[in-house]
């Protein structure tokens, strides 16, 4: 496992991805920390690389690309958005993006894709393809799931195998500008945004996931 600066956000903090192998074709990634008030997800992703670079068996039918924080100043002071008041799971160039209200915690940002944050989460998706992509974030009021886009299913139903959160297809809401929606829908990438339950510690978290998480890649 190597760690490499792929990015850099709003104030110049590095944001990096850990890979596990430069030779599988099938490439898994994972990303955390869009929001920085889910420190959960952040903690999960940092669970995954220190279980991969402790087990090379366990990363050894796939190239695994985890990037554990993409929004670094925001978790920094546990803000949702970025240090441009942006909530950059609402910035990507979607055909659905909205400007929205500046105010509101998911205010998408003056343009599509006007963050560094969002940038260079796009420049990893084109460096290293993957096969499937899991988005970690974390949610209250028991609506914790594996929300899937795209050709996605199968994953989600293979995940809800290990993790038994329900497998749905619609987190409930809108999401215009969404990296599910870009990554998922538009560029037809099966993806993941599995949601964590906000109530629970994070070290169940991973407990509950670990093993759903490892299923993407046929573990």
């Known amino acids: 496992m190597a760690s490499h600066q792929f990015g850099v956000s709003v104030q ?9 192998s430069e030779t599988c074709q099938h490439t898994v990634i994972v990303l955390g920390g869009f929001h920085g008030d889910e420190p959960k997800s952040v903690h999960v992703c940092r669970e995954l690389i220190k279980l991969l670079t402790h ?6 039918s796939a190239r695994w690309v985890i990037a554990p924080l993409i929004n670094p100043d925001g978790y920094e002071i546990r803000n949702r958005r970025n240090a441009n008041k942006v909530d950059l799971n609402r ?18 940002g003056l343009s599509p894709a006007s963050e560094p944050e969002t940038q260079a989460v796009m ?3 084109e460096k290293y ?3 499937v992509i899991v988005t970690i974030h974390s949610i209250s009021g028991n609506r914790f799931c594996n929300n899937y886009d795209g050709p996605a299913k199968r994953f989600a139903e293979a995940m809800h195998a290990r993790n038994h959160y ?8 809108p999401t215009p500008g969404s990296f599910g929606y ?11 945004t599995l949601e964590l339950p906000s109530h629970h510690s994070s070290k169940k978290c991973w407990l509950d996931n670990s093993a759903a ?7």
């Open 12 to 20: 110049g903090c590095p944001i990096h991805a850990t890979i596990s």
């Open 91 to 108: 910035n990507f160039p979607t055909s659905n993006w909205a400007f929205g209200n500046k105010r509101s915690r998911m205010f998408g």
């Open 123 to 125: 420049t990893l998706i």
């Open 129 to 131: 393809p993957p096969s």
């Open 55 to 60: 087990d090379a068996s366990k990363s050894a």
């Open 166 to 173: 329900p497998v749905t297809p619609s987190i409930g809401y």
């Open 182 to 192: 870009w990554a998922g829908v538009e560029k037809n990438i099966p993806t993941i």
């Open 213 to 219: 998480i490892l299923s993407v890649s046929g573990e």
